[in-house]
């Protein structure tokens, strides 16, 4: 009896994580879902009507969903790598014994300890027209830039906004990685001869495969789900050039109503997202 009653402790201890996870992550999933096989009739008074897979369908052949998937691919496919590169220097970069860098750590954290709300209203502010950032470029005699209002440079600021946000939060999990190994391997390395490059290709970086393939699963995660700077900053503008699948998803629901094409949105993007994490986590498997 008394082997029973310790088989079932472990349990109950993470019981209540399980019932928040359960509560607050997945029943709005399954609510999503529900959601996204409906359509909602204003001649009816806002009833409820059933369509089954017809909202999938008709985002099958909407462009500017379309164009909202591609726009959030591309996204992905610079700000994650570029994130994850920052990151990591900045993490070698604080990793150094020298006097003060405590105190260097700590400025590198301002930008997280600051609401994304807040950063996003000074970033608008910097950007303006006639914003510090044009302001300093005018000191090199170089000619105002749109900077969110251009097709051009608009997704290229929303991806400068979330990494000056996104890059010392990661930097904390891989400063936590480098720091975790033994300084006997180093010293083990050069004493084989090992220059810097080979410790960091053959030593560094295939002990912190763990870490860099957590960040890069969960900064894949976050920036997927990006949502408040483009809402704050461009509303998916110029042309739809920052339209990410969530604020596509945000506008068809919450601007025009239509909360099941929204619903099937979200749940089409969380099947990219779930197949893209499948990948990561294949690539940095434990061999």
């Given at each position: 009896?008394?082997?029973?009653?310790?088989?079932?402790?472990?349990?109950l201890?993470?019981?209540?994580?399980?019932?928040?996870?359960?509560?607050?992550?997945?029943?709005?999933?399954?609510?999503?879902?529900?959601?996204?096989?409906?359509s909602?009739?204003?001649?009816?008074?806002?009833?409820?009507?059933?369509?089954?897979?017809?909202?999938?369908?008709?985002?099958?052949g909407?462009?500017?969903?379309?164009?909202?998937?591609?726009?959030s691919?591309?996204?992905?496919?610079?700000?994650?790598?570029?994130?994850?590169?920052l990151?990591?220097?900045?993490?070698?970069?604080?990793n150094?014994?020298?006097?003060?860098?405590?105190?260097?750590?700590?400025?590198?954290?301002?930008?997280?300890?600051?609401?994304?709300?807040?950063?996003?209203?000074?970033?608008?502010?910097i950007?303006?027209?006639?914003?510090?950032a044009?302001?300093?470029?005018?000191?090199?005699?170089?000619?105002?830039?749109?900077?969110?209002?251009?097709?051009?440079?608009?997704?290229?600021?929303?991806?400068?906004?979330?990494?000056?946000?996104?890059?010392?939060?990661?930097?904390?999990?891989?400063?936590a990685?480098?720091?975790?190994?033994?300084?006997?391997?180093?010293?083990?390395?050069?004493?084989?001869?090992?220059?810097?490059?080979?410790?960091?290709?053959?030593v560094?970086?295939?002990?912190?495969?763990?870490?860099?393939?957590?960040?890069?699963?969960?900064?894949?995660?976050?920036?997927?789900?990006?949502?408040?700077?483009?809402?704050?900053?461009?509303?998916?503008?110029?042309?739809?050039?920052?339209?990410?699948?969530?604020?596509?998803?945000?506008?068809?629901?919450?601007?025009?109503?239509?909360?099941?094409?929204?619903?099937?949105m979200?749940?089409?993007?969380?099947?990219i997202?779930?197949?893209?994490?499948?990948?990561?986590?294949?690539?940095?498997?434990?061999?």
């Amino acid at each position: 009896m008394l082997v029973k009653r310790e088989r079932w402790t472990p349990y109950l201890f993470i019981l209540p994580a399980l019932l928040i996870l359960g509560v607050f992550r997945f029943w709005p999933i399954v609510i999503g879902l529900s959601e996204s096989f409906y359509s909602i009739s204003f001649l009816q008074g806002g009833a409820k009507v059933f369509t089954g897979l017809d909202n999938y369908k008709s985002l099958l052949g909407d462009p500017v969903f379309i164009k909202s998937v591609q726009v959030s691919v591309l996204f992905n496919l610079i700000i994650n790598p570029l994130q994850i590169l920052l990151s990591l220097g900045l993490a070698f970069l604080v990793n150094q014994r020298v006097r003060g860098v405590e105190f260097f750590r700590s400025i590198y954290l301002i930008p997280v300890a600051i609401s994304i709300n807040v950063s996003s209203l000074l970033w608008k502010l910097i950007l303006d027209d006639s914003g510090m950032a044009n302001g300093i470029l005018s000191l090199f005699e170089i000619g105002k830039q749109p900077f969110l209002d251009s097709t051009s440079q608009a997704l290229w600021s929303i991806i400068g906004i979330a990494s000056w946000i996104g890059v010392p939060f990661w930097m904390l999990f891989l400063l936590a990685g480098l720091q975790g190994i033994p300084a006997q391997i180093y010293e083990a390395a050069e004493m084989d001869g090992a220059n810097g490059m080979t410790k960091l290709f053959r030593v560094t970086l295939p002990l912190m495969r763990n870490s860099i393939g957590f960040v890069l699963i969960a900064d894949t995660i976050s920036n997927f789900l990006l949502f408040v700077p483009v809402y704050m900053l461009t509303q998916g503008g110029p042309e739809l050039s920052t339209n990410l699948v969530m604020y596509e998803a945000y506008r068809r629901g919450m601007i025009y109503g239509d909360f099941g094409t929204s619903a099937a949105m979200v749940m089409m993007q969380l099947c990219i997202v779930i197949f893209v994490v499948l990948i990561q986590s294949y690539l940095f498997r434990e061999k």
